[in-house]
């Protein structure tokens, strides 16, 4: 039986390498996922990643698998931006590129990549090109999952999420199999306590401050698809290999 990459490279960072290393493909595919808070683009990039044979570059899982490092063994990127958000502060544009640059193989690895929560910011965007470019390689696309307000707030106040290894369900959309515990690891589910209309506003406009200019920059590279993020996560997925398809850069690398 195949075992799942466990991203060690990403996740921890430094010296530390992968076990098993991504299979080498002909076309590996690199991918871009931006979208609101609540638009699903974690259940999406697993959906991809299936599909593709790409690891999930999430910046998110980073500061997850963090908690449960020791101090001593995170990256001094990572250490900083850590620091930060332990005081309450966003994480500095200078911080967040040092930390992707610690993982910059991640991104030159044979197996391709679905990159999730980076960049955010233009600064960012630029930055990434720059690292791209200096490997030699490409995004094929940048999906832009895009779903009215009124139905995000309805997607948070439904969301659950996993105590033990924080998988994301929602109560009609992706409800578990046994009400109220993890499909993964049978752990107990939990409705967040900034999962409420007012805090979904709050995080809703800085996210629009934000992306706005990242859709206009990948806008004008061309490399930009919209992707309606209505529907069930299957609905989502088909829709989003359609528009795949119909890019014209993309199927010429299939």
Request: charged letters at 25%; proline letters at 7%; aromatic letters at 6%.
């Amino acid at each position: 039986m195949e075992t799942k990459n466990d991203r060690a490279a990403w996740l921890a960072g430094g010296s530390v390498r992968c076990s098993p290393p991504p299979a080498p493909m002909q076309h590996p595919r690199r991918l871009l996922l931006l979208g609101a808070p609540g638009v699903g683009k974690g259940t999406q990039a697993e959906l991809l990643c299936g599909a593709f044979g790409a690891c999930h570059l999430s910046t998110g899982d980073i500061f997850r698998a963090a908690k449960s490092q020791e101090p001593c063994r995170r990256t001094p990127a990572l250490a900083e931006a850590l620091d930060f958000m332990k005081h309450g502060h966003l994480v500095p544009d200078e911080t967040v590129l040092h930390m992707v640059a610690e993982r910059g193989d991640c991104l030159k690895c044979h197996g391709g990549f679905i990159l999730d929560g980076f960049p955010r910011t233009l600064a960012q965007a630029v930055a990434l090109d720059r690292l791209l470019t200096r490997a030699g390689i490409c995004l094929d696309a940048v999906i832009s999952y895009d779903l009215p307000f009124e139905q995000i707030v309805l997607r948070f106040i439904g969301r659950r999420t996993c105590s033990v290894c924080k998988a994301v369900f929602h109560v009609d959309a992706r409800p578990p199999k046994m009400e109220g515990a993890c499909d993964r690891c049978g752990g107990a589910l939990f409705h967040r306590e900034d999962d409420n209309p007012a805090s979904v506003h709050v995080r809703m406009e800085a996210y629009e401050t934000s992306s706005a200019p990242l859709v206009h920059y990948y806008e004008d590279r061309h490399v930009m698809v919209h992707v309606s993020a209505a529907g069930t996560p299957e609905e989502v997925f088909a829709r989003t290999l359609s528009m795949l398809e119909d890019h014209p850069d993309f199927p010429a690398r299939r």
